[in-house]
C-alpha cells in the first residue's frame, strides 16, 4: 500500500519505529501536490518550512520527544491563520494578506509537532456548497474531475481524498465540512459550538462557525479533536468544559445505544441511493445490537430559511472590515473615500460574497429587523428544542450527510437556491450548536462516496465518534 | 409667543483604566501613531473581543453613584457603519439591554433650589481611532488613521431630556465631571476629548406638552462651550420658528473660534446602524457579590463629604462646599486638619493660601512642596504663639517656594515670635518715649491711639513681636502713666 493511503493513526507507528522519517513523508506529500495541482486543492505551499519543521522532528522522534501528533502532515483551510503565510479566505480583497500571528488552533497543534504543508482552496469567505466560489478557482473532485469536492472547505477534503496531504482543517458553519467530506469520501467533523476556539478562524457567521478535522479515518478525527478542544482565552465563546479522551470511543460496539431516525431528513429531494445508504447503515447498527427509534424534529423545513438570514445578517457585519482602507485590496485611483469602498468591495468580493451581504444588510435594516433576524432567531431556539426533546429518547441521530452525491462543476452555479438545499441535512446542527460528523459509509451507481451524518448531544462528540468509527469499519463491505 | 428649551445630555467618559476594552494594549495618551495596537484593535481577519473586566468594575461605580439599576445581564451589540478609523467596520456597543438604567444625578443652579435630573442608561462601548487630515505632515487629498484610541474603553451616559436651561446642562456636567474625577474612573478633561458631551435641543411653545424637532449639537470642547452652543442653538431655533419657519432635524458642530453652530455636511439618508446583537461576546453578568466589592471600594462622594465637613469639622457650608469640589483638595484638607485643633483656621489657609499657589503656579495638589503636614505645622505654630498670622503668611509663601519644614524656615530666618514681656519691655519704653504726643493723647482719652503705638512696637521687631503680649503690655503701661 502506498504511504500517502494510510491515515496518521497508522502513519504514526512507523514513524515511532524509524520505519519511516517525516522529511521522506514531506517529501512524498509535496511530489503529490505536484501531480494532483490540477485539482486545484491548495492556495499556497510552504516547502521550505515544512522541510525545516520534519528535520526538527525527526529529531524529537528520535530523542523521544516528540508532540502527540508528531509527523502529521496537515493542511489549514485558508482561512485559519497561520503566523507570517497569506490568509486569503479564497478571495481576491484578501489575496495579498499575511497574518501576523497563529490561530489558537495552530499554536496548539505545532505544539504537538504536526508539520503543516499549505493552505487549502475553498469557496470564498466559506460561502458556497460546491467550491467553485474561489477567486483561486475551482476545486475538483479526485474522484472525478467533472464534479465538485462540495464545499466550503472542498480543497481540505479534495487534498486529503486525493492523498495531498494526510489530515486537513476546515471550518464548518452550515455544512462547510461535512457535504465536502461526503462528496470526497473522507471523514469530516463540526464539533459542538465553543469545543475548539474560534480565534484566528476568519469568521462569516459567528455565531454557527466552528473548526474542525477533515480525515481519511475516525481515528484521526478523534486524535485532532482531542488537541484541538478546550477553552481559550482569546475566544469568549468557547466552552470550559471537560475535554474527553475521544480516542477511547475507538473499536466500541455500539450494543444498547440508541439511534434517532429524524424523520424529516428522509422527504422530498432525497437521492434513493443516498436514502438507501441510510437505511442500510441504520440496519448495521440494529443488527449489531443498537436500538434504532424514528424522531421527529419538527421544525426543519425552516433550517435553511433561518440560517440564510442569521448567517447572512452576521456576514454582512463580519465583513465590513474588508473596505480598502487598511489592507487587503484597494483599487487604484480612488477619488474619494465612498470611491475607494464601493469599488474596493465590488471588485474585491465575488458575486456570492456580495449576494450574501447585501442579504444581510436588508435582515438588519431599520423596519426589516424585526421580521427577519428577530424572528429567524426565535426559530433557531424552536429548533433547538426539537434536538433537545429528541435527545430525551435517544444518544445520538443518523442522518443523511446530503441530499445527493458529488454534483457536475457548474451544475448548480447559476440557480443559489438549489445550490443552498445542498444543506439540508446540515445547517440545524449549526444553528443548535451541535456536534456531528459524515463518515463514508457507502457508494452510488457512479461509485460516488456516500456519507452518513452522525449528530450528538452537545459536548458529546464522544458518542458520535463510537459510532461514526463503528461504521467506518463495517462500511466497505457493504459498498 | 415664549419658547421654553428642552435639552437632553450624552456624555462619553473615556475609562483610566490601564489596558483598551478588548484587548491588553495600553490606553496612554499621547503615544506615537499606531503603536498602541495588536491584531485585535487593529480588527485584523480572524481575531475575537474579550472584554477587560476592569471596565466593568468603573462601569459598576458610576452605575452606584448615580443611584442606577444594574442590569444583571446586559449585552453587547455591533453599531455598523463605514469609517476608515473604525477597524472592523462596527463599533461594539450596547444598544438593547444596557448595562444600567434610571440612574439620577443632583445639580445646582446658583439662586436656584437643587434639583434630579434623570438618566435613561449608561452603557459600554469601544471607542474608535482618529482621522488626520489638517496637520503638516498630511498631504492635501490625504487622511492618515491613528488606530491608538481604537479599543478606548468608554461609558456613555445618556440623560433624559430633563435640561430646560444651558445652565442646568452646565451644571449637570460640572457635578458629572466632579463624580467621575472623585471615583477615579475618568480624567475628565474635555479639552483634550476624555470627557465628550453631545446635546439634543429643541424648544417648544411654553405649556405645550409635545416636543418640537430636536437638533443634535457636537464638537462642543468645554463647559463653557456646551452652554454657548446650547444659548445660540435655542436662540437660532426660536428665531426660525417666530418667523414661521421650522427646524429640520439634522446635526450641528459647534465652532469655538466663531461663535457659531452649523450644519455638518448634511447626508441624504439618515443613518441605519443596523444593531444587532455581538456574537463574539457572552453577556456581562453582575452579581450581588461584586457589586457589593466595588461598593466596599468606593471613595466618599462629592455631597456626603461635603455634608461631613460641616458635622464633623463644624466648618460652614460654603467652607465645606469649596473643600468637597476637588477629591484631591478635600484628602489635602483632612489631611492637614487631622492635627491641628482649629479645623477652620485650615479651612481659611487651604482655601486662601493653598487654593491661590494652585492656581499662580498651575500645580496638581500632588506636587504642592508645601504638604498638608507642613501647613498644620505652621498652624499649629500660630495657635503655640510661636509666629504671628502675618509671619505665618510669610512662612507659608517660604515653605511652598523651598519645600523646606517650616520650623527650619522659621529658626533660619528668625522668625520666632517675641511673646517674652521682658524682652519686649525696652522696645516698648522706647517707643512711649519717641511718641509723647500719642502717649498724650491717649491719656486724654483718644483710646485709637494705641493702635498707631502698636504698630511702632511692631516695626521695630519687624513683625515677630506677639501682639497680644504688645497689647496687654502697652496698656499696662499706659495705664502706669496715668494713675
Same mark, same amino acid.
Given at each position: ?46 516547502? *521550505? ?57 495552530? %499554536?496548539?497543534?505545532? /505544539? ?13 469567505? #466559506? ?19 467533472? %464534479? ?9 477534503? #479534495?487534498?486529503?481524498?486525493?492523498? $495531498? ?59 485532532? $479533536? ?63 445490537? #443498537? ?21 447572512? /445578517? *452576521?456576514?454582512?457585519?463580519?465583513? #465590513? ?23 474596493? %468591495? ?19 435594516? /431599520?423596519?426589516?429587523? *424585526? ?18 426533546? /429528541? ?25 443559489? $437556491? ?62 | 409667543? =415664549? ?57 459598576? =461605580? ?50 436656584? =433650589? ?10 459600554? !462601548? ?108 435655542? !436662540? ?69 463629604? =461635603? ?177
Amino acid at each position: 500500500m502506498d504511504l500517502v493511503e494510510l491515515d496518521f493513526f497508522t502513519t504514526r507507528e512507523k514513524l515511532a519505529t524509524r520505519e519511516i522519517n517525516c522529511k521522506e513523508l514531506f517529501e512524498t506529500y509535496l511530489q503529490r501536490i505536484d501531480k494532483g495541482a490540477h485539482l486545484n486543492a491548495f492556495i499556497s505551499v510552504f516547502p *521550505e518550512n515544512g522541510r525545516k519543521r520534519a528535520d526538527e522532528i525527526d529529531r524529537k522522534l528520535a530523542s523521544g520527544k516528540a508532540g502527540k501528533l508528531a509527523g502529521m502532515i496537515l493542511g489549514v483551510k485558508d482561512l485559519i491563520s497561520v503566523r507570517d503565510e497569506l490568509t486569503t479566505c479564497g478571495s481576491k480583497i484578501l489575496s495579498n494578506f499575511v497574518s501576523p500571528y497563529d490561530a489558537t488552533v495552530i %499554536r496548539k497543534l505545532n /505544539a504537538e509537532d504536526v508539520i503543516i504543508i499549505g493552505k487549502m482552496n475553498m469557496d470564498e469567505f #466559506a460561502m458556497g456548497s460546491s467550491n467553485e466560489n474561489s477567486f483561486f478557482g475551482a476545486v475538483k473532485n479526485p474522484l472525478d474531475v467533472d %464534479r465538485v469536492p462540495g464545499g466550503s472547505s472542498g480543497g481540505s477534503a #479534495a487534498a486529503v481524498a486525493g492523498n $495531498l496531504c494526510m489530515t486537513a482543517l476546515g471550518s464548518d458553519t452550515g455544512g462547510s465540512i461535512r457535504q465536502p467530506a461526503s462528496f470526497c469520501g473522507v471523514v469530516g467533523l463540526k464539533p459542538t459550538y465553543g469545543r475548539i476556539s474560534r480565534f484566528g478562524l476568519v469568521a462569516y457567521a459567528s455565531s454557527l462557525d466552528q473548526i474542525g478535522p477533515v480525515t481519511k479515518s475516525v481515528a484521526d478525527t478523534a486524535l485532532l $479533536l482531542e488537541v484541538m478542544s478546550g477553552g481559550d482565552k482569546l475566544d469568549s465563546t468557547s466552552a470550559h468544559v471537560a475535554v474527553q479522551k475521544f480516542t477511547a470511543a475507538l473499536g466500541q460496539d455500539v450494543k444498547g445505544l440508541k439511534i434517532g431516525l429524524p424523520k424529516e431528513y428522509f422527504s422530498e429531494g432525497l437521492d434513493r441511493q443516498v436514502a438507501d445508504a441510510v437505511s442500510l447503515s441504520a440496519d448495521i447498527l440494529k443488527s449489531a445490537g #443498537a436500538e434504532i427509534i424514528e424522531v421527529s424534529l419538527p421544525h426543519t423545513e425552516y433550517a435553511i430559511a433561518t440560517y440564510y438570514i442569521l448567517a447572512t /445578517a *452576521e456576514a454582512s457585519s463580519n465583513l #465590513a472590515r474588508y473596505d480598502g482602507a487598511r489592507y487587503g485590496y484597494r483599487v487604484p485611483d480612488v477619488v474619494d473615500l465612498e470611491d475607494m469602498y464601493v469599488r474596493s %468591495r465590488t471588485e474585491g468580493f465575488g458575486a456570492e460574497v456580495q449576494r450574501r451581504i447585501m442579504l444581510g444588510t436588508y435582515v438588519l435594516s /431599520a423596519g426589516y429587523y *424585526e421580521a427577519y433576524y428577530r424572528k429567524a432567531q426565535k426559530v433557531r431556539t424552536l429548533i433547538k428544542h426539537d434536538f433537545e426533546r /429528541a435527545f430525551q429518547t435517544v444518544d445520538c441521530l443518523l442522518t443523511p450527510t446530503a441530499p445527493t452525491t458529488a454534483f457536475k462543476i457548474g451544475e448548480k452555479i447559476d440557480d443559489p $437556491l438549489t445550490m443552498y438545499l445542498s444543506d439540508v441535512y446540515t445547517v440545524s446542527v449549526n444553528l443548535a450548536g451541535l456536534p456531528g460528523i459524515s463518515v463514508p459509509f457507502a457508494q452510488d451507481g457512479a461509485g460516488l462516496p456516500i456519507g452518513v451524518q452522525l449528530i450528538g448531544k452537545a459536548f458529546d462528540e464522544e458518542t458520535i465518534i463510537r459510532v461514526a468509527d463503528f461504521l467506518e469499519r463495517n462500511a466497505d463491505s457493504n459498498s | 409667543m =415664549k419658547y421654553e428649551p428642552v435639552i437632553g445630555l450624552e456624555v462619553h467618559i473615556q475609562l483610566l483604566t490601564e489596558s483598551k476594552i478588548f484587548c491588553s494594549c495600553s490606553t496612554k495618551f499621547g503615544a506615537e501613531q499606531n503603536t498602541h495596537v495588536c491584531p485585535i484593535c487593529l480588527g485584523l481577519p480572524g481575531v475575537l473581543p474579550v472584554l477587560n473586566e476592569k471596565v466593568v468594575e468603573y462601569a459598576i =461605580k458610576l452605575a452606584l453613584a448615580t443611584n442606577s439599576r444594574i442590569n444583571k445581564r446586559s449585552i453587547f451589540a455591533r453599531k455598523n457603519y463605514f469609517y476608515p478609523d473604525l477597524p472592523k467596520g462596527y463599533q461594539i456597543s450596547q444598544f438593547e439591554e444596557p448595562f444600567c438604567e434610571f440612574g439620577r444625578i443632583s445639580i445646582k443652579v446658583d439662586g436656584e =433650589k437643587s434639583r434630579e435630573i434623570s438618566l435613561t442608561r449608561i452603557h459600554l !462601548e469601544e471607542d474608535a481611532g482618529k482621522s488626520v487630515h489638517a496637520e503638516s505632515f498630511v498631504s492635501k487629498d490625504e487622511t492618515l488613521v491613528d488606530v491608538n484610541r481604537c479599543g478606548t474603553p468608554l461609558l456613555e451616559i445618556v440623560s433624559e431630556p430633563d435640561f430646560r436651561t444651558p445652565k442646568e446642562a452646565a451644571a449637570y456636567l460640572t457635578r458629572l465631571r466632579q463624580i467621575v474625577r472623585y471615583l477615579g474612573v475618568c480624567d475628565g478633561n474635555m479639552e483634550e476629548g476624555s470627557m465628550r458631551c453631545d446635546a439634543n435641543i429643541s424648544v417648544r411653545p411654553q405649556g405645550q406638552e409635545k416636543l418640537g424637532v430636536k437638533t443634535e449639537l457636537k464638537n462642543m470642547n468645554s463647559i463653557s462651550s456646551v452652554e454657548k452652543a446650547l444659548d445660540f442653538e435655542i !436662540e437660532r431655533q426660536i428665531s426660525v420658528l417666530s418667523e414661521g419657519g421650522s427646524i429640520s432635524q439634522e446635526t450641528l458642530l459647534w465652532d469655538a473660534n466663531r461663535n457659531v453652530a452649523e450644519p455638518m455636511r448634511s447626508k441624504e439618508y439618515s443613518d441605519d446602524y443596523r444593531y444587532f446583537p455581538e456574537p463574539d461576546l457572552v453577556p456581562v453578568e453582575v452579581n450581588e457579590d461584586w457589586i457589593d466589592r466595588v461598593s466596599q471600594s468606593m471613595p466618599e462622594l462629592p455631597l456626603a463629604k =461635603k455634608q461631613r465637613f460641616v458635622q464633623e469639622f463644624a466648618l460652614p457650608e460654603y467652607d465645606a462646599q469649596v473643600l468637597s469640589e476637588d477629591r484631591a483638595i478635600a484628602d489635602y484638607f483632612e489631611t492637614a486638619a487631622q492635627k491641628v485643633a482649629d479645623k477652620k483656621a485650615v479651612s481659611n489657609m487651604v482655601m486662601g493660601e493653598v487654593l491661590r499657589v494652585i492656581k499662580e503656579q498651575q500645580l496638581h495638589v500632588k506636587d504642592l512642596k508645601i504638604t498638608p503636614e507642613y501647613l498644620s505645622e505652621i498652624i499649629n505654630m500660630i495657635d503655640e504663639g510661636a509666629i504671628s498670622r502675618n509671619i505665618a503668611k510669610k512662612v507659608f509663601n517660604r515653605v511652598a517656594e523651598t519645600g523646606t519644614a517650616p520650623r527650619v524656615i522659621v529658626q533660619q530666618e528668625g522668625l520666632l515670635q517675641i511673646s517674652d514681656t521682658s524682652a519686649l519691655e525696652a522696645t516698648l519704653d522706647q517707643v512711649l518715649q519717641e511718641n509723647p504726643n500719642e502717649v498724650q493723647a491717649f491719656l486724654n482719652g483718644k483710646e485709637k491711639v494705641i493702635g498707631f503705638l502698636m504698630g511702632q512696637v511692631m516695626r521695630a521687631t519687624s513683625g515677630k513681636a506677639n501682639p497680644r503680649s504688645v497689647n496687654a503690655l502697652l496698656r499696662k503701661k499706659l495705664a502706669d502713666l496715668k494713675s
